[in-house]
């Protein structure tokens, strides 16, 4: 049975519904409201109960219809069950002696939120149509900040952007300080919807240079109030930014300059070494032929005997 044939079905149970007579020994009973969450399993909670007369019931119809929609999204009739893929029985092992006829929807969409109906018929009787509803709610994802001018200090203006999606219904981003005030006055946030149904979430704060603190929190909430998640951002402070940045380009300055003190001073070292040694040999050298010479023009025990006193 395809899924076109559905609508000729229904007036079909109604039809044999208008029929029948007697003491009702049949009542459907579900859950006015189910919750489902966005990408998750949801189900529709649905239960046959019978009056004391009834014994082992026997199913005949089950038909889960979603209101506004022409097709059905489960039918059981004639111990065959169709199905509209992401729908089935709750319970996988489902017969017809189950009195549980919740639906299942596999992987829970926005589209799915809405009003259902459900007509179930057994061999005891039947009952009228029972509605019940999906209520469907998403997660927001953990927020992200980004900031103008990239890079921020505590003495200069700032743009703070937290931004937030994959949520419903609408929710709320709000910032706070370190001391955790709430600087929600002082923000702007605009919530858009996008084309999967779910929301994102934008808001910016605008600091003042001089009057910004060293920590901002910005948190999600849902739309319950409920906090979902945040992300936090610390702003450095420029002097002790720089204190560090100086302290960091000495200590570098240190390693480099100390090693070539060390050789710096090996190799004056070295230099007055070779310079002291030079100058000794060089009076050495003029001392000794200085007396030899004068020798050679006369005068020589004279001279000899000054060369050996060291006074000539």
């Given at each position: 049975?395809?899924?076109?044939?559905?609508g000729?079905?229904?007036?079909?149970?109604?039809?044999?519904?208008a029929?029948?007579?007697?003491?009702?020994?049949?009542?459907v009973e579900?859950?006015?409201?189910?919750?489902?969450q966005?990408?998750?399993?949801?189900?529709?909670?649905?239960v046959?109960?019978t009056?004391?007369e009834v014994k082992?019931?026997?199913?005949?119809?089950?038909?889960?219809?979603?209101?506004?929609?022409?097709?059905a999204l489960?039918?059981?009739?004639?111990?065959?069950?169709?199905?509209?893929?992401g729908?089935?029985?709750?319970?996988?092992?489902w017969?017809n002696?189950?009195?549980?006829?919740?639906?299942?929807?596999?992987?829970?969409?926005?589209v799915?939120?809405?009003?259902?109906?459900?007509l179930?018929?057994?061999?005891s009787?039947?009952?009228e149509?029972t509605?019940?509803?999906?209520?469907?709610?998403?997660k927001y994802?953990?927020?992200?900040?980004?900031?103008?001018?990239e890079?921020?200090t505590r003495r200069e203006?700032?743009?703070?952007?937290?931004?937030s999606?994959g949520?419903?219904p609408?929710?709320?981003?709000?910032?706070f300080?370190?001391?955790?005030?709430?600087?929600i006055a002082s923000?702007?946030?605009e919530?858009?919807?996008?084309?999967d149904?779910?929301?994102?979430?934008?808001?910016?704060?605008?600091?003042?240079?001089?009057?910004?603190?060293s920590?901002?929190?910005?948190?999600?909430f849902n739309?319950?109030?409920g906090?979902?998640d945040?992300?936090?951002?610390?702003?450095?402070?420029t002097a002790?930014?720089?204190?560090?940045e100086?302290?960091?380009v000495?200590?570098?300055?240190?390693?480099?300059?100390a090693?070539?003190?060390?050789?710096g001073?090996?190799i004056v070292?070295?230099?007055?070494a070779?310079?002291?040694?030079r100058?000794?040999?060089?009076?050495?050298?003029?001392?000794?032929?200085?007396c030899?010479?004068?020798?050679?023009?006369?005068?020589?025990?004279?001279m000899?005997k000054?060369?050996e006193d060291?006074?000539?």
């Amino acid at each position: 049975m395809n899924m076109a044939s559905v609508g000729i079905l229904f007036l079909f149970f109604i039809v044999i519904r208008a029929q029948s007579e007697g003491k009702t020994f049949v009542e459907v009973e579900c859950k006015t409201e189910n919750v489902g969450q966005y990408g998750q399993q949801s189900m529709l909670d649905c239960v046959v109960k019978t009056s004391e007369e009834v014994k082992e019931p026997e199913i005949t119809v089950v038909a889960w219809k979603k209101k506004g929609s022409e097709d059905a999204l489960l039918v059981f009739h004639k111990g065959k069950t169709t199905l509209r893929p992401g729908y089935k029985f709750a319970e996988s092992s489902w017969n017809n002696r189950n009195m549980n006829i919740s639906l299942l929807i596999t992987n829970t969409m926005m589209v799915n939120s809405g009003d259902y109906t459900c007509l179930v018929m057994t061999d005891s009787g039947d009952d009228e149509e029972t509605e019940t509803s999906l209520r469907v709610t998403a997660k927001y994802n953990k927020p992200t900040i980004s900031f103008i001018p990239e890079n921020i200090t505590r003495r200069e203006d700032v743009t703070l952007s937290c931004s937030s999606v994959g949520g419903y219904p609408k929710g709320q981003l709000r910032w706070f300080d370190e001391h955790n005030k709430d600087w929600i006055a002082s923000s702007e946030m605009e919530a858009e919807l996008t084309n999967d149904g779910l929301f994102k979430l934008s808001s910016k704060l605008s600091l003042l240079k001089n009057s910004i603190f060293s920590k901002y929190t910005c948190v999600v909430f849902n739309s319950s109030g409920g906090k979902e998640d945040e992300v936090t951002l610390e702003i450095p402070d420029t002097a002790a930014s720089e204190g560090q940045e100086q302290r960091k380009v000495s200590d570098q300055t240190s390693k480099i300059v100390a090693p070539l003190v060390v050789i710096g001073s090996l190799i004056v070292g070295l230099l007055l070494a070779l310079l002291i040694y030079r100058r000794r040999s060089q009076r050495h050298h003029r001392e000794v032929p200085t007396c030899e010479s004068d020798a050679e023009h006369g005068d020589h025990v004279e001279m000899y005997k000054e060369c050996e006193d060291g006074t000539a």
